[in-house]
């Protein structure tokens, strides 16, 4: 029952998470003009309103308390809620599943001008992205034994985070190290 209402008031404390301010990149672009730096300041508005976009930063918001909750019951290596570990890999895999879905949708709203200069980001994201799901499967393996290892958890949702993290800064400074999720 305490594992129910923690995790519902996790659930809920991601749903209503503020979502944090995306960057697109543009790859090979110096210290952009004023002019372009008024374009990708425009871009960057119009991405973090678009209901798409919005959603999927929100799923990326919830993965990330639920990867912060699982760690905190597990980092003492005492025994694991089971309970407790495999809910929130649950929600973590439903989330990542969200994520991906919103994203795809939100890549096609943009225009092929857009992805045209987005194509490394993009390409870097789906990297960052496939890298989580194999965290993530890892992560649905091990509570899934009849006893998993609360260290072992504990550095796999550490990893989780840091993976999240990173997708959080794929494009940022110009670079192909922030995330806008890929088409």
């Known amino acids: 029952m305490k594992t129910h209402v923690i995790l519902a008031t996790l659930a809920m404390s991601a749903m209503g998470a503020t979502v944090a301010s995306a960057q697109s990149s543009y790859p090979g672009v110096g210290s952009p003009t004023a002019a372009a730096a008024a374009t990708i300041s425009q871009d960057k508005k119009v ?25 905190g019951q ?6 694991v809620n ?15 599943d969200q994520m991906k879905k919103y994203n795809e949708e939100y890549m096609e709203t943009i225009s092929a001008e857009v992805r045209t200069k987005s194509a490394v980001t993009m390409q870097e994201l789906e990297t960052q ?25 504990a550095t796999m949702a550490t990893s989780v985070h840091t993976q999240l993290d990173a997708m959080s800064m794929v494009g940022q400074d110009g670079s192909a190290t922030r995330m806008t999720m890929k088409n």
């Open 47 to 71: 991405m973090n309103q678009e209901p798409n976009y919005v959603l999927a930063m929100a799923y990326h918001e919830g993965m990330l308390a639920f990867a912060d909750a699982l760690k």
């Open 129 to 153: 992205r496939a890298d989580l799901n194999v965290q993530l499967t890892a992560l649905e393996a091990e509570v899934k034994l009849d006893k998993p290892d609360a260290k072992k958890i």
């Open 82 to 96: 089971v309970d407790f570990a495999r809910a929130a890999v649950v929600e973590m895999r439903r989330g990542f």
């Open 74 to 79: 597990t980092v003492g290596g005492g025994p």
